[in-house]
């Protein structure tokens, strides 16, 4: 059984381009998070996502950060006209419940 | 407002020597409790949770931790540290008032000398 995956692993973008980012939830689970961990940080809640619907997106910036699980595919964590503060490491986790998250290797992201 | 606080951001000990991270919370509602390890540039990994019953919790690699009401403590613990468990470690909430999200710590990276 694959556990979480997440690609790419590395990701670098000028200042103004577009991000994305996707995770692919373990097999048979159907709850999807998303947290960021800025350098010397803890991981800080973003998003959370069960097929086709925003459960939580008490996290997410206001403005230019988007995220979706559709019926079909993986989740995708958009990011417009990034900034330098973006840069850091993106995690997806998935859940059969709510509780027991099993975490994917990380999207970093470095933006110039 | 819910919170962990992990004390102590470094944490030094000799091989063989206990292991003691520490975490404290603070929750209006009944917890669910996580420790978590990451190694460098890799996702993290569950050691251990708390949910509900014994509040004494065991998990992988020997490592166990207390959930301690009264004190609003989690402490993670092993009796023998290992050069294989340095690594930084995250303590996390669940709050099942508020979904799946898990509140983090700041997280403690312990290291381990010979």
């Known amino acids: 059984n694959a556990g979480v995956m997440q690609n790419p692993r590395h990701l670098v973008r000028r200042r103004g381009q577009e991000a994305r980012l996707r995770c692919s939830p373990m097999?048979?689970?159907?709850?999807v998070y998303w947290y960021r961990q800025l350098p010397e940080e803890g991981l800080k809640f973003m998003v959370y996502l069960q097929k086709e619907n925003i459960i939580d997106e008490s996290g997410m910036p206001k403005e230019r950060f988007s995220a979706e699980f559709p019926k079909e595919g993986p989740s995708i964590l958009r990011i417009q006209q990034v900034v330098r503060g973006d840069s850091a490491a993106y995690f997806c986790?998935?859940?059969?419940?709510?509780?027991?998250?099993?975490f994917g290797p990380g999207t970093r992201l470095t933006v110039t | 407002a819910q919170s962990v606080t992990q004390l102590g951001s470094h944490v030094s000990v000799s091989e063989g020597a206990l292991v003691l991270l520490r975490c404290n919370y603070s929750s209006s509602v009944p917890p669910y409790l996580f420790w978590y390890v990451q190694y460098p540039n890799q996702g993290l990994q569950l050691l251990l949770k708390?949910?509900?019953?014994?509040?004494l919790v065991k998990g992988i690699n020997g490592f166990e931790a207390e959930f301690k009401k009264s004190e609003t403590s989690f402490h993670l613990t092993k009796p023998s540290a290992h050069m294989s468990d340095a690594a930084e470690y995250f303590c996390a909430v669940g709050l099942n008032n508020q979904g799946g999200k898990l509140i983090f710590g700041q997280g403690t990276e312990l290291s381990v000398k010979p």
């Open positions: 708390y949910t509900t019953g014994a509040t």
């Open positions: 097999k048979g689970h159907s709850h």
């Open positions: 986790a998935s859940s059969t419940n709510s509780y027991e998250q099993y």
